[in-house]
């Protein structure tokens, strides 16, 4: 579906953290906010949850955990004995390299995987970009104005600007 | 409250905690062996443990500085009293060196003439493995580090009073520093060999240094969050946020993990490669000591690992103190489980216990004698928990006592605003 979207343009990360504030205690509902790099307190400005990506980090590692030890476990105690420089079959510490790097590779995998299925990203997508220069040097904070009135639109608009956007546009995504 | 008062109630209390360590090592003393192995072991591994915590304090201080850390500087002085310790530590070495030369323990193999004799292995080990280098290397490596604490505490007290402008203080604390870096870390490898790895002395190990070191890390942070948290419930340091607990949180479980990543490789490289002489270090210990050996991984791995793993239980006061509680005498435990054994190996040998066949079986027979329960060796008695308490409140009488004489907050260091500001979760 089609969204308008109505955004300023910023050039400095403090200006836009104080915008972000003055719109959450005026209650404007903020779509999204478009940086080219990190910015500290970002979240906690925005007032997002905390992300529960790292949780299911935690989930895949213990799965990664369990299948590497119980797949090594059930090869050389069933499937296919074998002795190695007189060890026993079941010889735990061997196992535990291979036990550390296949938890690492399922944790990190499975967080990726995750992360882009999250922010709908796939290959083949081609993500809408609100204006290039976010990529670059300007910082972006985005009104959702589909189904706005005209004096919400002004409002949002005055709102940008008086709140230190040096740019202010419309863009349908 | 920059100004620390190490009021009187407190310094009843910790000598009281003293007396209570001295009267279990008297105790220690008389229900002993003829050797008093026990005692001496004991006095071995508290003088040990609270050593490498003031060196790993001043390590953390040097590899923080030279690497321009900000965020650390409303907790250096902790450090940097910490670090102080190291002089006292010369002196509680310097009786283990005395011990040695009027044969008053017999704490080391290799010190015993009568054994070296019919040992080729010790021989061939007598060129480093002997007095006058475990004297030379205790006083000579201690004393450095000794001086290098006391230097650079003295300039970072200079620079509380007359500080300037031109940071000339902190440009002399970072040329120390990065001087100590490479010493500490060369040296340090040499002292544990001769404290710590020589007591088992037909044994050796490449990460055993490494292993010891990274224990002695996780015991040094302990300690630090304990005493910030103590001085925080006491009304100073204000300034100290549960960012600061959360990065020093951070410390204590990445080297959790450090020391685990290090004891597991010299467990398992040991283990594979099956040689006789280097699997009877772990064979005697897991025959023996099999829960002084699981439970150090419990304490030490599974109990740091799990509880410090989220960001918020970093951040909660009751949930760093129990850990750092656990850690600080997990990594005790570690040094007893280092210690012990070949203690009591010695021992039994030098009473003529096990000694048949003399030499080389004999110190490995040895071994089947320590089969039952031994107080004090096979698991740490109320007597060690004394002496240990004991250690612990002189180093924090010795501790506190220099605290009080300096500001609890540097006030010119130039990364004392960087560190007010610290801000690591959530933003």
Known sequence: ?173 | MNQFAFESKQKIFLLGAMGLGVVCMVLTFLVDDPLHTRFWSNFLHNSVFFTGIAFVSLFVLAAFTTAYSGWHTLVKRIWETYSLFLIPGLILMGVIILGIWGHFHHLYHWADPAAVAEDEILQGKSAFLNKNWYTIGTVVILGIWAYFAWRMHRISVQEDLQGTSDFSHHRRYRYWSAAFLPVGAFTSAALIWQWVMSIDAHWYSTLFAWYATASWFVAAMALTILTVIFLKALGYMEEVSTNHLHDLGKYAFAFSIFWTYLWFSQYMLIWYGNVGEETIYFRERLDHYPTMFYGNLILNFVAPFFILMRNDTKRKFGTMVLTSIILLLGHWWDFFLMIKPGVYHTAQEVLGHGAHGGGETGHDAAGHAASTFHAGFTMPGLLELGTFIGFLALFLYFVFNRLEKVSLIPPNDPYLAESKHHTVWPY
């Open chain 1, 1 to 173: 579906m089609q969204k308008e979207v109505l955004y300023g343009l910023y050039d400095d990360e403090e200006v836009l953290l104080k915008a972000i504030s003055r719109a959450r205690e005026s209650h404007m509902n903020i779509m999204d906010v478009f940086t080219p790099f990190p910015v500290h307190g970002l979240e906690h400005a925005m007032g997002l949850s905390e992300s529960r990506l790292h949780i299911s980090g935690f989930v895949y590692g213990a799965i990664g955990a369990l299948t590497a030890f119980l797949f090594m476990t059930w090869v050389f105690t069933r499937d296919w004995p074998i002795i190695f420089g007189g060890k026993p079959y079941w010889s735990v510490p061997a196992f535990i390299p291979i036990t550390f790097e296949v938890t690492v590779l399922f944790a990190a995998v499975g967080m990726v995987v995750t992360f882009y299925t999250i922010c709908g990203m796939w290959p083949g997508v081609k993500p809408a970009v609100l204006d290039e220069r976010i990529t670059d040097d300007k910082f972006c904070l985005a009104f959702d104005a589909t189904h706005s009135t005209e004096e919400e639109r002004s409002a949002m608009e005055g709102f940008l600007s008086s709140s230190g956007a040096s740019e202010v546009h419309t863009k349908n995504v």
